[in-house]
């Protein structure tokens, strides 16, 4: 598998680790001089020193031969901007850091469903710390093949019944967050624009909830 990773923040080198140690081929692209020399000494694959929304750079990290990118720049209009570079290249997977709720609701009408939000995740878990309650990470939850998906509506399923929607075997819906709103999917709420539903899947029904939900993942 060929990724290219933009933006060497802590995210980005996280990511490129951890994918050097599957055994994944990582073109890495940083603006810092500094940073990029560094790294081009430490880790075992390609770095590039340039500007990762340049659609030059991205050609020249062969960008239409990638699987995947992950745009995790500092910047989420930068991030947004190198996701339709790469949708232009037919890239397989498209995963952008978005820190700016703003920039997640524009980058979800831009048809961009991976998304990471670092800064929502941990704030979220510092103000249960402070408020004396003992979450646990997701992460300590996902085991096996189990997996946890938030995807949000499409016009497919608006104005829909969870109770309406039919996923495939050993998939449940858990609820849907509106606004900041939870509700549970016992309440069979009816599903409305920006509503977020959480479901719970095994690895190989992905595909199949993604097709229920109306969800076109080709980006």
């Keep these: ?11 980005g080198i996280l990511l490129t680790k951890n994918m050097i140690d599957q055994g994944k081929e990582v073109i890495l692209i940083e603006k810092d001089e ?3 020399k ?5 880790l075992d694959c390609t770095v590039i020193n340039a500007e990762g929304t340049r659609p030059d750079i991205l050609e020249k990290a062969d960008l239409p031969s990638a699987d995947a990118i992950v745009a995790c720049t ?3 209009q930068n991030n947004i901007l190198i996701g339709l570079i790469a949708r232009d290249a037919k890239v397989g997977k498209i995963i952008l850091k978005i820190d700016d709720k703003q920039f997640m609701d524009v980058a979800n009408k831009l048809g961009f469903y991976y998304m ?3 800064s929502s995740i941990s704030s979220r878990y510092i103000a249960d710390v402070l408020r004396g309650i003992n979450t646990m990470e997701l992460s300590n939850l996902v085991r096996s093949e189990v997996r ?3 995807i949000v509506a499409t016009e497919s399923v608006i104005d829909k ?12 819906f858990i609820g ?11 309440k069979d709420p009816k599903l409305r624009e920006k509503d977020e539903v959480i479901i719970v899947t095994k690895a190989d029904f992905i595909p199949d909830v993604n097709e229920a939900m109306g969800r076109n993942v080709d980006n």
């Excluded at 598998?1 to 995210?11: E, F, Y």
């Excluded at 560094?38 to 430490?42: D, F, K, N, S």
């Design 74 to 76: 500092s910047n989420d």
């Design 34 to 36: 500094t940073i990029a």
């Design 161 to 172: 019944k969870l109770s309406e929607i039919t996923l495939p075997d050993d998939s449940a």
């Design 176 to 186: 849907i967050y509106r606004k900041s709103d939870f509700i549970l999917a016992e």
């Design 116 to 118: 990471i939000n670092p």
């Design 148 to 150: 946890f998906m938030g």
């Design 1 to 11: 598998m060929r990724v290219i990773v933009v933006g060497a923040g802590s995210l």
């Design 38 to 42: 560094e790294l081009a000494e430490t």
